[in-house]
């Protein structure tokens, strides 16, 4: 078998051995914490037509991310602890 194929073979076997909840050598996790858009734009007291026309996000996908049927990318879910952080200086910044 092909060095490629054998890797394969193994890296699936290292997955299959972290989703039983075994330890594997080497392996690094990443947990990226997804912002609670809805949350950020009720402690602004805003509707969703109002956050998404004042901060330029698409209605559609403002709907997608509160009801978690989409997530934020990374560049969106910073664009977001921006906006929980610092609402009117972005709101000022993305204005028309």
Request: charged residues 25%; proline residues 6%; glycine residues 6%.
């Amino acid at each position: 078998m092909a060095k490629f194929g054998k890797d394969l073979i193994e890296s699936m076997s290292e997955a299959a051995a972290h989703a039983r909840g075994e330890r594997v050598p080497g392996l690094r996790l990443t947990n990226v914490e997804v912002p609670d858009v809805k949350a950020i734009r009720q402690s602004l007291h805003m509707s969703q037509n109002r956050f998404s026309a004042a901060f330029r996000i698409p209605l559609a996908t403002l709907k997608n991310w509160e009801q978690g049927r989409r997530y934020p990318d990374g560049p969106a879910a910073a664009y977001l602890l921006a906006i929980q952080r610092k609402p009117r200086e972005i709101m000022d910044a993305v204005a028309e």
